[in-house]
Antibody, heavy 121, light 107 residues
Framework: QVQLQESGPGLVKPSQTLSLTCTVSGGSISSGGYYWSWIRQHPGKGLEWIGY???????YYNPSLKSRVTISVDTSKNQFSLKLSSVTAADTAVYYC?????????????WGQGTLVTVSS | DIQMTQSPSSLSASVGDRVTITCQAS??????LNWYQQKPGKAPKLLIY???NLETGVPSRFSGSGSGTDFTFTISSLQPEDIATYYCQQYDNLPPTFGQGTKLEIK
């Protein structure tokens, strides 16, 4: 059973870059066939998809965040990462990493537990 | 982006009740519609994909139907452990988008 675990700073200053890593266990990112996503949830609010990466490194980002987002993959560590630049208080949220189904990358079958990132000085 | 509108936004029901949540897409999404359950402090859990397919291990009291723009999620007999917020999500177009959620409470 694949498991995902987010890690990274829980507090980021405004204008800085938010950096999170998702470590995958129980399955290899490099085995292919899956899309690996980042999704966030503002406090008490709904879910917003940030973007995804394929094991080959190809990406797609939500146009609403595209100018500030970079998702990368490190197959040697079985991890993928999120960088969100120029953060503001509006980026305060719980950030989840997730894996889609093999047949459809945006049916989110497996999720990490989520990590709260607060943007504050 | 495709807008997903759920109703109601909150719902109170008794154990054993049949519960129905609706989700409407701003354009035709065929059957590319998923339902998730989120309990407080936890990640969402996939319950139904492709509008009506039950994810492995999900109790059969959960079901989904619909196609095009109008979808329905049903719990046939509400159990105490079903207290959660439920979200629909379309994946017909990128970016995938979610409904605003329906918070289900026990009466």
């Amino acid at each position: 059973q694949v498991q995902l675990q987010e890690s990274g700073p829980g507090l980021v200053k405004p204008s800085q870059t938010l950096s999170l890593t998702c470590t995958v266990s129980g399955g290899s990112i490099s085995s292919g066939g899956y899309y690996w996503s980042w999704i966030r949830q503002h406090p008490g609010k709904g879910l917003e998809w940030i973007g995804y990466i394929y094991y080959s490194g190809s990406t797609y980002y939500n146009p609403s965040l595209k100018s500030r987002v970079t998702i990368s993959v490190d197959t040697s560590k079985n991890q993928f990462s999120l960088k969100l630049s120029s953060v503001t208080a509006a980026d305060t949220a719980v950030y989840y990493c997730a894996r889609g189904l093999a047949v459809a990358g945006t049916i989110f079958q497996h999720w990490g537990q989520g990590t709260l990132v607060t943007v504050s000085s | 982006d495709i807008q997903m509108t759920q109703s109601p936004s909150s719902l109170s029901a008794s154990v054993g009740d049949r519960v129905t949540i609706t989700c409407q897409a701003s354009q035709d999404i065929s059957n590319y519609l998923n339902w998730y359950q989120q309990k407080p402090g936890k990640a969402p859990k996939l319950l139904i994909y492709d509008a009506s397919n039950l994810e492995t291990g999900v109790p059969s009291r959960f079901s989904g139907s619909g196609s095009g723009t109008d979808f329905t999620f049903t719990i046939s007999s509400l159990q105490p452990e079903d207290i959660a917020t439920y979200y629909c999500q379309q994946y017909d177009n990128l970016p995938p988008t979610f409904g605003q959620g329906t918070k289900l409470e026990i009466k």
